[in-house]
């Protein structure tokens, strides 16, 4: 399901299991504090797992060196961008310089992150709904970029709030609702989330 970007998956049953529902498109997360924290050692295994498929690396308030150290462990590896999730200045991100998504934030730069070239994508989360909506310069600055834009949700259940669309791409996390156990995902639970059908005929 080219409509979906997927955040989180951490372990190969999963990843199985949302590549037979058709997804496509996946974040894995590197933020220390997250519950999803991947290792390396596994990212490398499910990367070689998705040939033709595009990956995104979640960061968020990590220092240039570190990412830049992912990005030259990982520079056998082709098919990725990176996903922030921070306000950091626009010269970080430009410092980088490397194709990346960004988690809209009303309070962060935006005006200037959406200027950066190699941004490819905007997430725009659902919480930040009433601003965004209102506010037209932000979509004119999306349009005249072109940028991939994402609907962010925290969970399936506010996922499923959203209406679909044709133009639509919903960017979701794995959380805690899908898990029958610590870190232990719930394959039957997930294979039988009602979004996937709610979905099926919008594929882009």
Known sequence: MKSFLINGCYDPQTLRTLLDLGIQHFGFDLRGFS?????FHRLKDLLAQLPLQRSQLVFQNDKPETVLSFLDMLRSTAGWTLQFRDQLTPEYYRRLNFPFVWMFHPDADWENIFKIPTLEGVMLPVKWKNFYS????????????????????????????????HDLKISIDLSLEIEKGFRTVDQELLKKLKIWSFHENLII
């Open 35 to 39: 519950p999803n924290l991947i290792a």
């Open 134 to 165: 209102t506010r037209p310069e932000v979509w004119a600055e999306i349009d005249q970029r072109q940028l991939d834009v994402y609907l962010h949700a925290d969970s399936f259940e506010e996922a499923s709030c959203i209406e679909p669309q």
